[in-house]
Protein backbone atom coordinates (compact mmCIF):
# COMPACT_ATOMS: atom_id res chain seq x y z
CA UNK A 1 0.00 0.00 0.00
CA UNK A 2 3.09 2.06 0.43
CA UNK A 3 3.48 4.61 -2.40
CA UNK A 4 6.16 7.00 -3.55
CA UNK A 5 4.25 10.51 -2.86
CA UNK A 6 5.48 13.94 -4.53
CA UNK A 7 4.77 16.91 -2.35
CA UNK A 8 6.52 19.10 -4.63
CA UNK A 9 3.77 21.43 -5.12
CA UNK A 10 2.99 22.13 -1.20
CA UNK A 11 6.69 22.44 -0.69
CA UNK A 12 6.74 25.37 -3.49
CA UNK A 13 3.68 27.00 -2.07
CA UNK A 14 5.47 26.79 1.43
CA UNK A 15 8.34 28.39 0.41
CA UNK A 16 6.78 31.51 -1.21
CA UNK A 17 4.25 31.73 1.97
CA UNK A 18 7.49 32.01 4.59
CA UNK A 19 7.86 34.83 3.03
CA UNK A 20 4.44 36.88 3.06
CA UNK A 21 3.04 34.81 5.84
CA UNK A 22 4.45 35.67 9.00
CA UNK A 23 5.21 31.95 10.56
CA UNK A 24 3.90 30.33 7.42
CA UNK A 25 0.09 30.14 8.64
CA UNK A 26 -2.44 31.06 10.32
CA UNK A 27 -2.69 29.11 13.01
CA UNK A 28 0.46 27.66 15.56
CA UNK A 29 -0.86 24.11 15.08
CA UNK A 30 -0.86 23.87 11.85
CA UNK A 31 2.30 25.05 10.61
CA UNK A 32 4.20 22.22 8.59
CA UNK A 33 7.46 22.22 10.48
CA UNK A 34 4.83 20.78 13.52
CA UNK A 35 4.67 17.59 10.98
CA UNK A 36 7.13 16.37 9.12
CA UNK A 37 8.16 18.93 6.67
CA UNK A 38 9.14 17.88 3.30
CA UNK A 39 7.73 14.18 3.92
CA UNK A 40 4.17 15.07 4.65
CA UNK A 41 1.70 17.30 2.32
CA UNK A 42 1.15 21.12 3.71
CA UNK A 43 -1.49 22.53 1.30
CA UNK A 44 -4.96 20.76 0.83
CA UNK A 45 -7.03 21.64 -2.33
CA UNK A 46 -9.79 19.46 -2.09
CA UNK A 47 -11.82 17.45 0.41
CA UNK A 48 -15.09 14.82 0.71
CA UNK A 49 -16.46 12.84 3.65
CA UNK A 50 -13.36 11.65 5.41
CA UNK A 51 -10.71 12.29 3.10
CA UNK A 52 -8.47 14.76 1.62
CA UNK A 53 -6.27 16.03 -1.06
CA UNK A 54 -3.47 17.83 -1.23
CA UNK A 55 -2.51 20.49 -3.61
CA UNK A 56 -0.05 17.58 -5.82
CA UNK A 57 -3.27 15.45 -6.58
CA UNK A 58 -3.00 12.90 -3.14
CA UNK A 59 -5.60 11.97 -1.20
CA UNK A 60 -5.93 10.76 2.42
CA UNK A 61 -8.12 9.72 4.74
CA UNK A 62 -7.58 12.67 7.65
CA UNK A 63 -8.03 12.36 11.44
CA UNK A 64 -6.48 16.25 11.87
CA UNK A 65 -10.22 17.80 10.37
CA UNK A 66 -9.16 21.47 10.70
CA UNK A 67 -8.24 20.84 14.36
CA UNK A 68 -11.35 19.40 14.99
CA UNK A 69 -14.27 21.72 13.74
CA UNK A 70 -15.24 18.75 11.02
CA UNK A 71 -17.28 16.23 12.93
CA UNK A 72 -19.23 15.07 10.47
CA UNK A 73 -17.37 14.87 7.23
CA UNK A 74 -15.84 17.00 4.49
CA UNK A 75 -18.72 18.84 2.23
CA UNK A 76 -20.91 17.35 4.74
CA UNK A 77 -24.41 17.37 1.27
CA UNK A 78 -26.91 18.34 4.21
CA UNK A 79 -24.68 21.17 5.43
CA UNK A 80 -23.43 22.73 2.18
CA UNK A 81 -27.22 22.43 1.14
CA UNK A 82 -28.28 24.43 3.92
CA UNK A 83 -25.15 27.21 3.34
CA UNK A 84 -25.67 27.32 -0.57
CA UNK A 85 -29.84 28.09 0.02
CA UNK A 86 -28.81 30.73 2.92
CA UNK A 87 -26.63 32.42 0.53
CA UNK A 88 -28.87 32.83 -1.91
CA UNK A 89 -30.49 35.31 0.38
CA UNK A 90 -27.46 36.80 1.48
CA UNK A 91 -24.84 36.59 4.01
CA UNK A 92 -24.90 39.39 6.47
CA UNK A 93 -27.56 42.45 7.07
CA UNK A 94 -27.76 45.36 9.32
CA UNK A 95 -31.02 44.05 10.21
CA UNK A 96 -30.91 40.61 12.44
CA UNK A 97 -31.38 37.45 10.48
CA UNK A 98 -33.63 34.92 11.84
CA UNK A 99 -30.99 32.15 11.84
CA UNK A 100 -30.06 34.12 15.03
CA UNK A 101 -33.06 33.07 16.71
CA UNK A 102 -33.50 29.80 15.49
CA UNK A 103 -29.86 28.93 16.59
CA UNK A 104 -29.95 30.04 19.73
CA UNK A 105 -33.05 27.97 20.51
CA UNK A 106 -31.35 24.90 19.28
CA UNK A 107 -28.51 25.53 21.35
CA UNK A 108 -30.91 26.00 24.55
CA UNK A 109 -32.61 23.09 23.52
CA UNK A 110 -29.33 20.95 23.52
CA UNK A 111 -26.94 22.15 26.11
CA UNK A 112 -27.95 21.51 29.67
CA UNK A 113 -26.43 24.86 30.94
CA UNK A 114 -27.76 27.01 28.51
CA UNK A 115 -30.79 29.57 29.20
CA UNK A 116 -29.40 32.32 26.63
CA UNK A 117 -26.11 32.64 24.11
CA UNK A 118 -24.20 34.73 21.98
CA UNK A 119 -22.82 34.41 18.89
CA UNK A 120 -19.05 35.15 17.93
CA UNK A 121 -16.72 33.84 15.83
CA UNK A 122 -14.03 31.20 17.23
CA UNK A 123 -13.00 30.01 20.16
CA UNK A 124 -11.02 33.05 21.75
CA UNK A 125 -13.74 35.49 21.13
CA UNK A 126 -16.23 32.98 22.89
CA UNK A 127 -13.90 32.19 25.84
CA UNK A 128 -13.14 36.30 26.03
CA UNK A 129 -16.80 36.85 26.28
CA UNK A 130 -17.25 34.63 29.39
CA UNK A 131 -14.42 35.94 31.26
CA UNK A 132 -15.71 39.55 30.96
CA UNK A 133 -19.39 38.49 31.86
CA UNK A 134 -18.09 36.43 34.81
CA UNK A 135 -16.55 39.25 36.16
CA UNK A 136 -19.31 41.50 35.68
CA UNK A 137 -21.69 39.11 36.97
CA UNK A 138 -19.02 38.61 39.88
CA UNK A 139 -17.42 42.28 40.30
CA UNK A 140 -14.62 40.27 41.10
CA UNK A 141 -11.43 39.91 38.99
CA UNK A 142 -9.51 36.68 38.98
CA UNK A 143 -9.66 33.96 36.60
CA UNK A 144 -8.30 30.47 38.07
CA UNK A 145 -7.68 28.22 34.58
CA UNK A 146 -6.33 25.21 33.24
CA UNK A 147 -6.16 24.38 29.65
CA UNK A 148 -5.39 26.73 26.31
CA UNK A 149 -8.36 29.13 25.95
CA UNK A 150 -7.36 30.83 22.66
CA UNK A 151 -4.23 33.87 21.42
CA UNK A 152 -6.07 36.82 23.08
CA UNK A 153 -4.04 38.80 25.83
CA UNK A 154 -6.09 37.74 29.59
CA UNK A 155 -5.28 33.90 28.86
CA UNK A 156 -1.82 34.24 27.13
CA UNK A 157 -0.56 36.06 30.22
CA UNK A 158 -1.14 32.76 32.29
CA UNK A 159 2.58 31.80 32.07
CA UNK A 160 1.79 30.11 28.94
CA UNK A 161 5.18 30.66 27.45
CA UNK A 162 3.90 32.81 24.83
CA UNK A 163 3.56 35.96 26.69
CA UNK A 164 5.36 37.85 24.50
CA UNK A 165 3.41 41.31 23.70
CA UNK A 166 0.79 40.76 26.50
CA UNK A 167 0.98 43.56 29.29
CA UNK A 168 2.44 42.65 32.81
CA UNK A 169 -0.27 44.08 34.86
CA UNK A 170 -2.64 40.98 33.14
CA UNK A 171 -0.43 38.47 35.12
CA UNK A 172 -2.33 39.51 38.69
CA UNK A 173 -5.72 38.10 37.52
CA UNK A 174 -5.10 34.97 35.96
CA UNK A 175 -3.59 32.08 36.86
CA UNK A 176 -3.33 28.27 37.11
CA UNK A 177 -4.15 25.29 38.69
CA UNK A 178 -3.35 21.41 38.09
CA UNK A 179 -5.23 19.30 35.69
CA UNK A 180 -7.70 17.52 37.07
CA UNK A 181 -6.95 18.34 40.68
CA UNK A 182 -9.10 19.26 43.22
CA UNK A 183 -6.63 19.71 45.91
CA UNK A 184 -4.66 22.27 43.94
CA UNK A 185 -7.79 24.15 43.03
CA UNK A 186 -8.79 24.79 46.32
CA UNK A 187 -5.53 25.96 47.76
CA UNK A 188 -5.68 28.15 44.83
CA UNK A 189 -9.38 29.51 45.27
CA UNK A 190 -7.75 29.98 49.02
CA UNK A 191 -5.51 32.27 48.47
CA UNK A 192 -7.25 34.40 46.19
CA UNK A 193 -10.07 34.18 48.61
CA UNK A 194 -13.18 36.36 48.00
CA UNK A 195 -11.25 37.48 44.08
CA UNK A 196 -11.89 34.87 41.56
CA UNK A 197 -14.71 35.53 39.34
CA UNK A 198 -14.76 32.59 37.55
CA UNK A 199 -12.92 29.37 37.26
CA UNK A 200 -12.44 27.27 33.78
CA UNK A 201 -11.68 23.75 32.61
CA UNK A 202 -12.37 21.84 29.93
CA UNK A 203 -14.44 18.92 30.78
CA UNK A 204 -12.32 16.35 29.00
CA UNK A 205 -8.83 16.75 27.13
CA UNK A 206 -7.61 13.93 25.03
CA UNK A 207 -4.78 13.31 27.33
CA UNK A 208 -5.90 11.59 29.93
CA UNK A 209 -9.94 10.44 31.64
CA UNK A 210 -11.12 12.79 34.08
CA UNK A 211 -11.13 10.90 37.91
CA UNK A 212 -14.71 10.18 38.96
CA UNK A 213 -16.13 13.15 41.56
CA UNK A 214 -13.68 15.66 39.77
CA UNK A 215 -16.49 18.16 37.59
CA UNK A 216 -18.56 17.60 40.66
CA UNK A 217 -15.51 18.95 42.97
CA UNK A 218 -15.13 21.71 40.74
CA UNK A 219 -19.17 22.72 40.72
CA UNK A 220 -18.48 22.27 44.60
CA UNK A 221 -15.70 24.21 44.94
CA UNK A 222 -17.04 27.06 42.97
CA UNK A 223 -20.01 27.34 44.63
CA UNK A 224 -18.16 27.45 48.08
CA UNK A 225 -16.12 30.15 47.10
CA UNK A 226 -18.89 32.29 45.25
CA UNK A 227 -16.82 31.84 41.59
CA UNK A 228 -18.49 31.05 38.36
CA UNK A 229 -18.00 27.39 36.16
CA UNK A 230 -16.82 27.96 32.72
CA UNK A 231 -16.28 24.91 30.70
CA UNK A 232 -14.75 25.15 27.46
CA UNK A 233 -16.24 22.70 25.16
CA UNK A 234 -14.50 23.93 21.61
CA UNK A 235 -13.25 20.30 21.83
CA UNK A 236 -16.00 18.43 23.79
CA UNK A 237 -18.71 20.41 22.43
CA UNK A 238 -21.07 18.61 19.89
CA UNK A 239 -18.37 15.66 19.95
CA UNK A 240 -18.65 13.82 23.37
CA UNK A 241 -22.53 14.03 23.75
CA UNK A 242 -24.93 16.52 21.95
CA UNK A 243 -25.07 18.82 25.18
CA UNK A 244 -21.04 18.32 25.17
CA UNK A 245 -19.39 17.39 28.01
CA UNK A 246 -21.66 19.36 30.66
CA UNK A 247 -23.86 16.39 29.29
CA UNK A 248 -21.62 13.67 29.18
CA UNK A 249 -19.98 14.38 32.89
CA UNK A 250 -23.62 15.52 34.14
CA UNK A 251 -22.59 18.49 36.06
CA UNK A 252 -23.68 22.00 34.73
CA UNK A 253 -21.41 25.11 35.07
CA UNK A 254 -22.73 28.65 34.53
CA UNK A 255 -21.34 29.47 31.37
CA UNK A 256 -19.88 27.37 28.53
CA UNK A 257 -18.42 28.39 25.07
CA UNK A 258 -18.26 26.23 21.91
CA UNK A 259 -16.62 26.50 18.42
CA UNK A 260 -15.17 24.15 16.37
CA UNK A 261 -17.62 21.15 16.79
CA UNK A 262 -20.67 23.86 16.22
CA UNK A 263 -20.98 24.24 12.39
CA UNK A 264 -18.65 21.15 10.42
CA UNK A 265 -16.14 24.41 9.94
CA UNK A 266 -18.03 27.38 9.55
CA UNK A 267 -16.86 29.84 11.56
CA UNK A 268 -19.14 30.20 14.78
CA UNK A 269 -18.51 30.79 18.95
CA UNK A 270 -20.70 30.78 21.11
CA UNK A 271 -20.88 31.43 24.48
CA UNK A 272 -23.80 30.34 26.59
CA UNK A 273 -25.16 29.53 30.60
CA UNK A 274 -27.92 30.76 32.75
CA UNK A 275 -30.11 33.49 31.69
CA UNK A 276 -29.00 35.27 35.33
CA UNK A 277 -25.68 35.55 34.78
CA UNK A 278 -25.65 35.75 30.78
CA UNK A 279 -27.92 38.98 31.16
CA UNK A 280 -24.98 40.42 31.90
CA UNK A 281 -24.12 40.72 28.62
CA UNK A 282 -26.50 43.50 28.03
CA UNK A 283 -25.85 46.85 29.78
CA UNK A 284 -22.28 48.61 30.79
CA UNK A 285 -20.62 45.63 29.06
CA UNK A 286 -18.95 45.32 25.36
CA UNK A 287 -19.09 42.05 23.95
CA UNK A 288 -20.15 42.80 20.45
CA UNK A 289 -18.74 41.57 16.99
CA UNK A 290 -19.75 42.83 13.57
CA UNK A 291 -20.08 38.98 12.31
CA UNK A 292 -21.76 37.23 15.55
CA UNK A 293 -25.30 37.43 13.06
CA UNK A 294 -23.17 35.85 10.23
CA UNK A 295 -26.11 33.86 8.72
CA UNK A 296 -23.91 31.36 6.73
CA UNK A 297 -22.21 29.96 9.66
CA UNK A 298 -25.70 29.95 11.47
CA UNK A 299 -27.37 28.29 8.48
CA UNK A 300 -24.65 25.45 9.33
CA UNK A 301 -24.81 25.54 12.50
CA UNK A 302 -28.59 24.88 12.66
CA UNK A 303 -28.10 21.87 9.60
CA UNK A 304 -25.41 20.28 12.06
CA UNK A 305 -27.71 20.37 15.37
CA UNK A 306 -30.18 18.86 13.55
CA UNK A 307 -28.39 15.66 12.05
CA UNK A 308 -26.85 14.98 15.65
CA UNK A 309 -30.35 15.41 16.88
CA UNK A 310 -31.50 12.86 14.64
CA UNK A 311 -29.13 10.71 13.84
CA UNK A 312 -26.55 8.27 15.69
CA UNK A 313 -23.34 11.10 14.66
CA UNK A 314 -22.26 11.10 18.63
CA UNK A 315 -22.48 7.01 19.00
CA UNK A 316 -20.29 6.81 15.39
CA UNK A 317 -17.85 8.89 16.90
CA UNK A 318 -17.73 6.72 19.87
CA UNK A 319 -17.53 3.31 18.55
CA UNK A 320 -15.33 4.17 15.21
CA UNK A 321 -13.13 5.53 17.83
CA UNK A 322 -12.71 2.96 20.14
CA UNK A 323 -12.04 0.43 17.18
CA UNK A 324 -9.09 2.72 16.35
CA UNK A 325 -7.74 2.84 20.09
CA UNK A 326 -8.01 -0.70 19.81
CA UNK A 327 -6.64 -1.23 16.72
CA UNK A 328 -3.66 1.27 17.76
CA UNK A 329 -2.89 -0.57 20.59
CA UNK A 330 -2.62 -3.91 19.21
CA UNK A 331 -0.87 -2.82 16.49
CA UNK A 332 1.62 -1.41 18.81
CA UNK A 333 2.20 -4.55 20.96
CA UNK A 334 2.32 -7.04 17.80
CA UNK A 335 5.39 -4.51 16.43
CA UNK A 336 7.01 -3.83 19.82
CA UNK A 337 6.28 -0.27 19.41
CA UNK A 338 5.51 1.72 22.52
CA UNK A 339 2.41 3.64 21.30
CA UNK A 340 -0.18 4.07 23.41
CA UNK A 341 -3.85 5.61 23.36
CA UNK A 342 -5.84 8.05 25.97
CA UNK A 343 -8.55 9.87 26.93
CA UNK A 344 -11.86 9.80 25.29
CA UNK A 345 -12.38 7.64 22.15
CA UNK A 346 -14.02 10.86 19.85
CA UNK A 347 -10.77 12.69 20.27
CA UNK A 348 -8.37 10.80 21.72
CA UNK A 349 -4.24 11.17 21.79
CA UNK A 350 -1.85 9.36 21.43
CA UNK A 351 2.14 8.55 22.87
CA UNK A 352 5.21 6.69 21.69
CA UNK A 353 7.06 6.31 24.99
CA UNK A 354 10.54 4.99 24.41
CA UNK A 355 13.38 5.96 26.76
CA UNK A 356 15.19 8.15 24.69
CA UNK A 357 13.08 11.18 24.05
CA UNK A 358 14.87 12.11 20.66
CA UNK A 359 13.95 8.63 19.63
CA UNK A 360 10.64 9.56 21.11
CA UNK A 361 10.34 12.38 18.88
CA UNK A 362 11.83 10.99 15.43
CA UNK A 363 9.54 7.95 15.95
CA UNK A 364 6.64 10.22 15.62
CA UNK A 365 8.03 12.20 12.58
CA UNK A 366 8.89 8.87 10.98
CA UNK A 367 4.95 7.71 11.71
CA UNK A 368 3.80 10.77 10.12
CA UNK A 369 5.54 9.94 7.02
CA UNK A 370 5.00 7.12 6.86
CA UNK A 371 1.49 6.86 7.21
CA UNK A 372 0.97 10.00 5.39
CA UNK A 373 3.04 7.36 2.58
CA UNK A 374 0.12 5.36 2.93
CA UNK A 375 -2.29 7.77 2.56
CA UNK A 376 -3.29 8.58 6.07
CA UNK A 377 -2.94 12.44 8.00
CA UNK A 378 -2.05 12.04 11.89
CA UNK A 379 -1.10 14.68 14.21
CA UNK A 380 1.70 14.32 16.49
CA UNK A 381 0.07 12.76 19.31
CA UNK A 382 -3.62 13.28 18.47
CA UNK A 383 -6.28 14.42 19.29
CA UNK A 384 -7.64 11.78 17.05
CA UNK A 385 -10.55 13.48 15.62
CA UNK A 386 -13.10 11.20 14.13
CA UNK A 387 -15.82 12.28 12.12
CA UNK A 388 -19.55 10.91 11.18
CA UNK A 389 -18.11 10.29 7.46
CA UNK A 390 -15.37 7.85 8.73
CA UNK A 391 -16.57 4.06 7.81
CA UNK A 392 -14.72 0.92 7.73
CA UNK A 393 -13.55 1.57 4.48
CA UNK A 394 -11.15 4.79 6.65
CA UNK A 395 -10.89 2.46 10.11
CA UNK A 396 -9.49 -0.92 8.03
CA UNK A 397 -7.06 1.58 5.48
CA UNK A 398 -5.77 3.39 8.46
CA UNK A 399 -4.89 0.01 10.30
CA UNK A 400 -3.49 -1.37 8.02
CA UNK A 401 -1.11 1.68 7.22
CA UNK A 402 -0.28 1.58 10.43
CA UNK A 403 0.73 -1.94 10.53
CA UNK A 404 2.91 -1.60 7.67
CA UNK A 405 4.64 1.62 9.36
CA UNK A 406 5.00 0.02 12.45
CA UNK A 407 7.05 -2.64 11.06
CA UNK A 408 8.93 0.24 9.56
CA UNK A 409 9.19 1.81 12.59
CA UNK A 410 10.41 -1.31 14.83
CA UNK A 411 13.12 -2.34 12.59
CA UNK A 412 14.49 1.12 12.23
CA UNK A 413 14.50 1.25 15.76
CA UNK A 414 16.18 -2.33 16.06
CA UNK A 415 18.78 -1.15 13.59
CA UNK A 416 19.42 2.49 14.81
CA UNK A 417 18.41 4.14 10.97
CA UNK A 418 15.51 6.18 12.38
CA UNK A 419 17.04 9.52 11.28
CA UNK A 420 18.18 7.88 8.38
CA UNK A 421 14.94 6.69 6.88
CA UNK A 422 13.37 10.48 7.55
CA UNK A 423 12.86 12.66 4.67
CA UNK A 424 12.16 15.54 6.53
CA UNK A 425 13.69 19.09 4.64
CA UNK A 426 14.53 22.48 6.86
CA UNK A 427 13.35 25.37 5.02
CA UNK A 428 14.96 28.60 5.56
CA UNK A 429 12.88 31.82 5.44
CA UNK A 430 15.05 34.66 3.46
CA UNK A 431 12.87 37.68 4.38
CA UNK A 432 12.86 38.94 1.31
CA UNK A 433 12.81 42.84 1.47
CA UNK A 434 10.09 44.45 -0.73
CA UNK A 435 11.91 47.82 -1.05
C1 LIG B 1 -10.07 24.04 24.11
C2 LIG B 1 -9.83 25.22 23.21
N1 LIG B 1 -10.23 26.42 23.62
C3 LIG B 1 -10.06 27.52 22.84
C4 LIG B 1 -9.45 27.43 21.61
C5 LIG B 1 -9.28 28.64 20.76
O1 LIG B 1 -10.13 28.60 19.67
P1 LIG B 1 -9.87 29.52 18.37
O2 LIG B 1 -8.59 29.05 17.76
O3 LIG B 1 -11.08 29.30 17.50
O4 LIG B 1 -9.78 30.94 18.85
C6 LIG B 1 -9.02 26.18 21.15
C7 LIG B 1 -8.35 26.06 19.86
O5 LIG B 1 -7.66 25.13 19.55
C8 LIG B 1 -9.21 25.04 21.97
O6 LIG B 1 -8.81 23.83 21.58
Given at each position: ???????????????????????????????PTAY??????????????????????????????????????????????????????????????????????????????????????????????????????????????????????????????????????????????ARND??????????????????????????????????????????????????????????????????????????????????????????????????????????????????????????????????????????????????????????????????????????????????????????????????????????????????????????????????????????????????????????????
Open positions: MSQERSYDRSMELYRRAIEVIAGGSQTNSKRALGAFPIYAQDAEGARVQDVDGNWYVDYILGLGPITLGYCYPEVDQAIREQLEHGIIYGLLSPREVEVAEAVCEMVPCAEMVRFLKGGAEATTAAARIARKYTGREVILNCGYRGWADGWAAQNTGMEGGVPNCLRGVIDGFLDSLEAKLEEYEGRVAMVSIDPATGGEEVPDGFHQGVRDLCDKHGALLMYDEIVTGFRMAPGGGQEYFGVTPDLACFAKGIANGMPCGVVCGSQEVMKTAIDDVIISVTYGGEALSLAAAAAVMRIIRDEPVIDHLWSTGARLMQGFEELGEKHGVPLKCHGYAPMSSQTIDYEDAELSRDAWTLLLQEMATRGVLLRRGGLLFITYSHGDEEVEQTLSALDESLAVIAEAVDEGTVKDLLRVTEVQESFRSFT
